[in-house]
């Protein structure tokens, strides 16, 4: 089954008097347990198409199906719904909240969707356990490298059990060590079956998949699998 399906997506933005395609025509699917680059450079469409699979702004043309759901059509507060519990969300500049713990920080989707505190807690901790930073669980953000911090975003993406996991270039802020690790974290979360979209400009980075789909001028270009164990990936 493929967890993310789209078909014939399409996106134009207005600047001025003229429509910008964004995205055209796009089709692709990403079955359950896959891990997939999307690769492109700037200009490509890949951010486009990175907020729509995110849930954060709506198809304008196409359809885009989740876990079999059609959410194309789906109004804001329902977006909101299928984001919160269903995507896990990776980000470049980590977005942590700099007042807050690791592990609150680790919390906080559980928080929104109201999960008691103590059953919060607990999913966070071992969250923070699997990414190799529960001895780290009560410092801050600036206690912590950019590495580990990263691994704090990982743990967030992943403490609610979502459908996919989707990385916005996970590794862009980090030197070449730390975002070997952070890689090999997510082939890790990929052996134990998760579902994983990186989204790059880098195709060092995309090596580290084992699917890369490539975007230019909207349009898929190329959709390259494979075989054998990705190589390590440098610095994205």
Same mark, same amino acid.
């Given at each position: 089954?493929?967890?993310?399906?789209?078909?014939?997506?399409?996106?134009?933005?207005?600047?001025?008097?003229?429509?910008?395609?964004?995205?055209?025509?796009?089709?692709?699917?990403?079955? !359950?347990?896959?891990?997939?680059?999307?690769? %492109?450079?700037?200009?490509? %469409?890949?951010?486009?198409?990175?907020?729509?699979?995110? $849930?954060?702004?709506?198809?304008?043309?196409?359809?885009?199906?989740?876990?079999?759901?059609?959410?194309?059509?789906?109004?804001?507060? !329902?977006?909101? =719904?299928?984001? %919160?519990?269903?995507?896990?969300?990776?980000?470049?500049?980590?977005?942590?909240?700099?007042?807050?713990?690791?592990?609150?920080?680790?919390?906080?989707?559980?928080?929104?969707?109201?999960?008691?505190?103590?059953?919060?807690?607990?999913?966070?901790?071992?969250?923070?356990?699997?990414?190799?930073?529960?001895? =780290?669980?009560?410092?801050?953000?600036? !206690?912590?490298? %950019?590495?580990?911090?990263?691994?704090?975003?990982?743990?967030?993406?992943?403490?609610?059990?979502?459908?996919?996991?989707?990385?916005?270039?996970?590794?862009?802020?980090?030197?070449?060590?730390?975002?070997?690790?952070?890689?090999?974290?997510?082939?890790?979360? #990929?052996?134990?079956?998760?579902?994983?979209?990186?989204?790059? #400009?880098?195709?060092?980075?995309?090596?580290? $998949?084992?699917?890369?789909?490539?975007?230019?001028?909207?349009?898929?270009?190329?959709?390259?699998? =494979?075989?054998?164990?990705?190589?390590?990936?440098?610095?994205?």
């Amino acid at each position: 089954m493929d967890v993310i399906s789209v078909e014939g997506l399409s996106h134009t933005y207005l600047s001025g008097s003229l429509r910008v395609a964004a995205l055209e025509g796009v089709d692709f699917g990403i079955p !359950e347990g896959q891990m997939a680059a999307i690769v %492109g450079p700037s200009g490509s %469409g890949k951010s486009t198409l990175l907020h729509i699979l995110g $849930c954060l702004m709506q198809v304008e043309r196409g359809t885009y199906r989740l876990s079999g759901e059609d959410v194309t059509k789906l109004p804001g507060d !329902e977006l909101a =719904r299928v984001r %919160g519990t269903r995507i896990g969300f990776v980000f470049q500049a980590y977005n942590l909240v700099p007042q807050l713990t690791a592990l609150e920080n680790v919390e906080l989707p559980l928080a929104y969707l109201g999960t008691p505190r103590r059953q919060r807690r607990q999913r966070a901790m071992q969250a923070l356990e699997a990414v190799g930073l529960g001895e =780290r669980a009560r410092h801050r953000p600036f !206690e912590l490298s %950019g590495g580990q911090q990263q691994r704090v975003g990982v743990a967030r993406a992943v403490v609610t059990e979502p459908s996919v996991i989707l990385a916005d270039e996970p590794t862009g802020n980090l030197d070449t060590a730390s975002g070997q690790a952070v890689m090999e974290l997510f082939r890790d979360l #990929h052996r134990q079956g998760r579902t994983i979209v990186v989204v790059t #400009h880098a195709p060092e980075v995309a090596a580290g $998949c084992e699917r890369t789909i490539h975007i230019r001028d909207g349009r898929v270009v190329k959709d390259a699998r =494979r075989e054998g164990r990705p190589r390590d990936v440098a610095r994205g």
